[in-house]
């Protein structure tokens, strides 16, 4: 007997990844000159700071997630933009896309500065939701601090102009 799950937590990652099926789908070889444009397809995009492309001027602001700091040129946007010159139309029902976002803030309210909170990132999937792309996970693993480790390595690798001539802080000596 097979044993299936019925939470809603569940149920909604699996619709996600047959989404993210269809998106691959979607994005192979165009068919026939002729062939009818597709139906808007209700999308909903979640995600961390690039994402939402955090730090980026101007910012979207519709009053309730002011501080995720969406770029107006985000991920999304751009995507799409893109999407819809090759004759695929997007219905997106959200961006909920948020700098700072972590994994578990998919499933969990996140916190913002002033007190501030906005709703797990989840709660945008509704019902005829049949497309959810996102990207999140740097601020979990620190990629900060990955990024700033591998730079410290590389100033000092031998094989970069001028390697030897480097002190301590990378900065060339004269």
Same mark, same amino acid.
């Given at each position: 007997?097979?044993?299936?799950?019925?939470?809603?937590?569940? $149920? @909604? !990652? &699996? /619709?996600?990844?047959?989404? *993210?099926?269809?998106?691959?789908?979607?994005?192979?070889?165009?068919?026939?000159?002729?062939?009818?444009?597709?139906?808007?397809?209700?999308?909903?995009?979640?995600?961390?700071?690039?994402?939402?492309?955090?730090?980026?001027?101007?910012?979207?602001?519709?009053?309730?997630?002011?501080?995720?700091?969406?770029?107006?040129?985000?991920?999304?946007?751009?995507?799409? $933009? @893109? !999407? &819809? /010159?090759?004759?695929?139309? *997007?219905?997106?029902?959200?961006?909920?896309?948020?700098?700072?976002?972590?994994?578990?803030?998919?499933?969990?309210?996140?916190?913002?500065?002033?007190?501030?909170?906005?709703?797990?990132?989840?709660?945008?999937?509704?019902?005829?939701?049949?497309?959810?792309?996102?990207?999140?996970?740097?601020?979990?693993?620190?990629?900060?601090?990955?990024?700033?480790?591998?730079?410290?390595?590389?100033?000092?690798?031998?094989? *970069?102009?001028?390697?030897?001539?480097?002190?301590?802080?990378?900065?060339?000596?004269?």
């Amino acid at each position: 007997m097979r044993k299936t799950t019925k939470s809603p937590v569940v $149920r @909604r !990652l &699996a /619709a996600a990844a047959v989404a *993210l099926g269809s998106c691959l789908a979607l994005a192979g070889p165009a068919g026939s000159a002729g062939a009818a444009p597709a139906d808007p397809v209700p999308t909903v995009f979640f995600g961390d700071s690039y994402t939402a492309n955090f730090g980026i001027a101007p910012f979207n602001q519709d009053g309730t997630r002011d501080l995720c700091f969406q770029a107006k040129e985000n991920y999304p946007t751009v995507a799409t $933009r @893109r !999407l &819809a /010159a090759k004759g695929i139309t *997007l219905d997106v029902q959200s961006d909920v896309s948020c700098g700072g976002a972590l994994v578990h803030h998919f499933w969990q309210e996140q916190e913002l500065p002033f007190n501030m909170t906005v709703s797990p990132q989840m709660e945008a999937l509704k019902y005829d939701t049949q497309l959810a792309v996102g990207s999140m996970g740097g601020n979990t693993l620190g990629f900060n601090r990955i990024l700033k480790q591998c730079s410290d390595k590389l100033r000092n690798h031998p094989l *970069l102009p001028g390697a030897g001539e480097r002190g301590r802080t990378g900065r060339q000596v004269r």
